[in-house]
């Protein structure tokens, strides 16, 4: 919410038949040999593994692996982000892929304690595209967003804690608290291991990192 990504489109995984013959080209890629198409049809190497005789492998085989490699993928762009992110004096909030082996979306939310400008965004997203084009980590067409995190940030590390101390705060544990799982409440302060939370009620939670699923900041009016 509030954040205008940069949206680059990257990538190249897709065909419109089950049974299409592939001709070799390169390395990197294979092209539909057959007659009256319009347009080449680009498999990445990845897909074209799974390639048996004349045929490609069923769509739900390939749906299989990119969610089996997603998490991995993920993570490893993570990491390429943050050289590049920090690099750039800003922080890495954080990383994710919307979509399926057929295609998605990468989305890399960056943020500055000064606020994040189109620029920053313009210029993260070109370093990391051609990084990923160098890597071809991802086996399917893609979009890069490269954008700030909105007014609900996502809450990460202990400096997150420490930076929006006052600050309103939705929280869901690993396991209940209090009988449930979903907590709210405003930052009072972080340890290294714990971030005290004061709830409506009066009542201050501490609550391990360790335990901590996942937290955002509440928007505020």
């Not at 990084?131 to 893609?142: C, G, M, N, S």
């Not at 940030?153 to 869901?172: C, E, H, M």
Request: a positive charge.
């Amino acid at each position: 919410m509030g954040h205008r990504p940069c949206r680059r489109r990257s990538g190249g995984a897709e065909n419109n038949s089950s049974r299409t013959r592939l001709r070799r080209i390169s390395s990197r890629q294979y092209v539909n040999p057959l007659p009256g198409n319009r347009k080449d049809v680009t498999i990445d190497l990845v897909t074209v593994s799974a390639v048996t005789g004349s045929g490609l492998t069923p769509a739900f085989f390939v749906e299989s692996r990119m969610s089996f490699q997603g998490k991995a993928v993920v993570e490893q762009v993570r990491g390429m982000a943050e050289r590049i992110v920090v690099s750039e004096g800003l922080e890495l909030v954080d990383a994710e892929w919307k979509g399926g082996s057929r295609g998605g979306t990468l989305r890399v939310f960056i943020d500055n304690e000064a606020g994040v400008t189109h620029a920053d965004c313009e210029r993260v997203s070109r370093q990391l595209s051609a990084v990923l084009d160098v890597e071809d980590l991802i086996p399917a067409t893609y979009s890069l967003e490269v954008s700030s995190p909105g007014l609900d940030r996502k809450l990460s590390r202990p400096g997150d804690y420490r930076r929006f101390a006052g600050r309103a705060a939705k929280v869901r544990v690993r396991e209940p608290l209090h009988g449930t799982r979903q907590l709210t409440g405003r930052i009072e302060g972080n340890s290294d291991s714990a971030v005290s939370l004061r709830t409506a009620s009066g009542e201050t939670l501490e609550i391990l990192f360790a335990d901590i699923e996942l937290a955002r900041l509440v928007i505020e009016v």
